[in-house]
């Protein structure tokens, strides 16, 4: 099948310091990807769908300007936590597909650690 | 490492037929133990998920899951799948760092 990989596994960082994470589809042109994060014990959350050459849309109660989504290619997005603190701290993984298949493919996901 | 498997990549039924994805996981301690579906063009969203106590947990949408420890399985059933049952199922099994890790996933397509 197809392979996403997201970069890196896992980070990590100061506080107040900015981190970012790639996803990238390796055999196929993602027209969609989605970032969800997980805190230990629950299910994953959205936080943003990411659409090729536009803006990410964001759900409700996810800070935009914190959480920066950019998708500037088919292959490639990327989630920046900026001026990360602690609560920041969760694992993230991003999903990537076309809007045709019914299949998605996920990333690694990657572990955030805000000291 | 814990990991996960799903033994069905592709499932084709009929509506009203019977479903049963199975999901089996390999992690010697205690486990959080998810279903996920992805509708076509959507996200991910949670159709059940067990923590402790009962094992047979009642998701949405129709949907249950029988966590049988000695067998290390999680399979999800429904008595009855519609049309809009469509979509890829993903189980996730969370042990303890609480770094979820994903089966590949099932496509299931229901004909009318």
């Known amino acids: 099948g197809a392979v996403v990989s997201q970069h890196p596994s896992w980070v990590i960082c100061k506080s107040g310091t900015s981190v970012k994470i790639e996803c990238r589809s390796l055999d196929f042109q993602a027209t969609t990807m989605f970032w969800y994060r997980q805190f230990p014990k629950q299910s994953l959350m959205l936080m943003a769908t990411s659409n090729e050459g536009s803006k990410a849309t964001y759900e409700q109660g996810v800070e935009k300007d914190k959480f920066l989504i950019n998708h500037a290619s088919l292959t490639l997005s990327t989630l920046t936590v900026t001026s990360a603190h602690p609560e920041d701290s969760s694992f993230y993984i991003c999903s990537a597909g076309d809007r045709v298949n019914t299949e998605a493919f996920f990333g690694q996901g990657t572990r955030l650690t805000v000291v | 490492a814990q990991s996960v498997s799903q033994h069905n990549h592709h499932v084709i039924l009929s509506e009203a037929a019977s479903l049963e994805l199975g999901c089996n996981y390999s992690y010697g301690g205690t486990v959080n133990l998810f279903w996920y579906v992805q509708y076509p063009g959507q996200h991910l969203q949670l159709l059940l998920k067990y923590f402790s106590g009962d094992p047979l947990v009642k998701g949405i949408k129709g949907f249950e899951a029988e966590f049988i420890k000695s067998k290390f399985s999680f399979n999800l059933r429904k008595p009855s799948v519609q049309w809009s049952d469509t979509a890829e199922y993903f189980c996730?099994?969370?042990?303890?760092?609480?770094?979820?890790?994903f089966g590949r996933g099932t496509s299931l397509i229901v004909h009318p």
């Open positions: 996730a099994v969370e042990g303890g760092s609480y770094i979820p890790t």
